[in-house]
């Protein structure tokens, strides 16, 4: 086989390699995220917050948190708020772990 053929056949192995994790993590992200969606509204988070025009006014509108925090911190801060931030008022919610990351990641998708 020529160097060429060499290359070209790495480059598109490489390319077929990055373009299937792409597709992997892409779905998967999209699929979270709506399960966090999801989550928002059964766990009447817009009771407090507003997403754009749906909610309520009294907290943080959510409409660009993402753009504002990564989503380890919101998963973080939906975990326990007043570890992030002693005098919040978001009270703490019980939540499994599996619900905490889909929600952050619905969040951490509002830009």
């Known amino acids: 086989m020529s160097a060429w053929a060499r290359d070209v056949t790495a480059a598109s ?6 373009l299937a994790a792409t597709v992997a993590f892409g ?4 699929k979270l995220a709506s399960q966090g969606e999801r989550l928002f509204t059964e766990q009447g988070c817009y009771g407090c917050h ?3 025009k749906m909610g309520t006014p009294i907290a ?3 409409s660009q948190v993402g753009s504002k925090y990564p989503e380890s911190y ?16 978001m009270p703490k919610i019980e939540m499994a772990d599996a ?12 830009k």
């Open 13 to 18: 192995v490489v390319a077929t390699i990055v």
């Open 27 to 30: 779905q998967g992200g999209s």
């Open 50 to 52: 507003m997403i754009g």
């Open 60 to 62: 943080t509108d959510l």
């Open 74 to 89: 919101l998963r973080q801060w939906l975990r326990d708020p007043q570890q992030q931030k002693p005098r919040a008022h």
């Open 99 to 110: 619900d905490a990351r889909a929600l952050a990641a619905y969040l951490a998708s509002l």
